[in-house]
């Protein structure tokens, strides 16, 4: 037994450690530090530095992780001054893109220079890299080649590269890039065009198929691994199965909408939302309206109809869940079901086994969060949910007193602050981790949990 006794201390450390992969309590800055180093941006033409001391940059703005192996060169003629690139991102996600949003070249990829909930991250089904050529205030410079170099090879030069796409695996690069009016997608070094426009490529979550949108005559058309689909007026966003093979996207014929299946459209309303996948990949859901409804449609089966519908969520285990409202109030429907009405609801989020459903809601001036149609205490306000490893774990940001503060599975866990970042579990959910600011001074802490 002696001798195991130095085993088993080591194994309990190991597992100890394993559990224990949250950074430790520190201090991050403070306001009066002045200017952080750490991150460049970019303002009416000018590069610079912003004070990003009271959001903690690396514990939680999110990072997009991509290979080294890429580089896009600019040439150009100048004539005073400097040019230089300036790097933009596009959140795609369900239930719809953002705009462009900050962000900045690092070593591991880039920096989006952006607060975002992880319920909204992952929501999310990739991300759209947008190279902006910047000059100087009252510089002229005059644009010449861009060019994308990938694994060791550059690829041909264009007048500008419009929107660059990475697979999940690191292992594909895409891009659109133009010509003057000419239009050109080039994936792994393979070159498609040239087209009147082109826009929305986007990979597979296996990185085995792509798809993206062109315009030719007038008539938009998916393709899908090289292969044209049918021409329609407009288009939406092609969205592939989780698992990799199925693509579905918008698609307007004249004046009717459709939502386009693995080439075969179906429905004619007068409105339809971006097409759902279930994790499986075998059921498909989206928003449609005709006539002053509202519904979702399943599989090709409209629902029920109402004033209104928000955008359908499934859960790993292929529940349905979405927001609708049938008059002045709205309600959660799980499974067809309707839940209580209240003033104002959140969009729902699936803990990751599927077993657990909550979502922000109001009535009057109070808000809760509602977990499995159970309403928690009532606060000022309260923030997006983020599901813990333990199962029913769930944490939240609420605000009391004008300050927010940490709650887990309704107890407050924190103090009240002037600030509080992204919340972030330990693995094993015995700890949670967050960026918060008081007194002028922004920390890193870390809350043991019971």
Same mark, same amino acid.
């Given at each position: ?38 991150? /460049? ?43 230089? /690139? ?35 991250q992952r929501r999310l089904l990739g991300w759209t890299l947008v190279p902006k050529f910047r000059g100087f205030e009252g510089s002229m410079v005059s644009q010449a080649d861009w060019r994308v170099s990938w694994r060791g090879r550059t690829g041909p030069a264009f007048a500008a590269v419009e929107e660059m ?38 990979? =597979? ?46 698609? /307007? ?21 971006? @097409?759902?996948?279930? @994790? ?34 499934? =859960? ?35 803990? @990751?086994?599927?077993?657990? /459903? ?35 774990? +769930? ?17 407050? +866990? ?37």
């Amino acid at each position: 037994m002696s001798r195991l006794l130095p085993l088993l201390l080591l194994l309990c450390a190991f597992a100890a450690r394993a559990g224990d992969d949250l950074p430790a309590e520190h201090r991050i800055g403070s306001v009066l530090e002045g200017l952080s180093p750490d991150v /460049l941006f970019v303002k009416e033409g000018r590069p610079g530095t912003v004070d990003l001391s009271h959001q903690p940059v690396w514990e939680l703005y999110p990072r997009i992780d991509l290979p080294h192996s890429w580089k896009l060169e600019v040439g150009y003629v100048q004539q005073r001054l400097v040019q230089y /690139l300036d790097w933009q991102v596009i959140a795609v996600g369900l239930h719809g893109d953002s705009g462009l949003l900050p962000a900045r070249r690092i070593e591991e990829g880039l920096l989006v220079l952006t607060e975002m909930s992880t319920a909204r991250q992952r929501r999310l089904l990739g991300w759209t890299l947008v190279p902006k050529f910047r000059g100087f205030e009252g510089s002229m410079v005059s644009q010449a080649d861009w060019r994308v170099s990938w694994r060791g090879r550059t690829g041909p030069a264009f007048a500008a590269v419009e929107e660059m796409v990475f697979s999940r695996d690191g292992k594909h690069l895409g891009y659109v890039a133009r010509r003057g009016a000419r239009w050109f997608v080039v994936i792994d070094g393979r070159q498609w065009g040239p087209y009147e426009g082109a826009q929305w490529l986007t990979f =597979s979550a296996d990185g085995r198929h792509h798809a993206f949108c062109v315009r030719q005559q007038a008539r938009w058309l998916v393709f899908m691994d090289g292969r044209p689909g049918a021409e329609f007026n407009q288009l939406g966003r092609p969205v592939f199965s989780p698992r990799g093979g199925h693509l579905a996207y918008r698609a /307007l014929d004249g004046s009717v909408w459709h939502v386009v299946r693995d080439g075969r459209p179906s429905g004619g309303y007068d409105d339809v939302g971006r @097409p759902v996948w279930s @994790p499986d990949g075998r059921h498909l859901a989206h928003t449609a309206g005709r006539t002053g409804e509202h519904f979702v449609v399943l599989d090709g089966k409209p629902g029920k109809s109402y004033t209104s519908v928000r955008q359908p969520l499934f =859960s790993g285990g292929g529940r349905l869940a979405y927001v609708a409202s049938d008059g002045g109030h709205v309600f959660m429907v799980v499974e067809g079901k309707e839940g209580k009405e209240w003033d104002e609801v959140g969009f729902p989020s699936f803990s @990751p086994d599927g077993k657990n /459903l909550a979502w922000r809601a109001r009535r009057g001036g109070e808000w809760f969060l509602v977990i499995d149609g159970r309403p928690g205490p009532a606060f000022e306000m309260v923030g997006e949910p983020h599901f813990g490893p333990r199962p029913g774990q +769930v944490a939240w940001l609420a605000q009391r007193e004008l300050k927010p503060l940490v709650v887990v599975n309704g107890r407050p +866990v924190s103090g009240r602050y002037d600030w509080i970042g992204r919340l972030r579990f330990s693995r094993d959910g015995r700890r949670i981790g967050f960026g918060a600011m008081k007194d002028g001074e922004t920390w890193w802490r870390v809350v043991e949990l019971p």
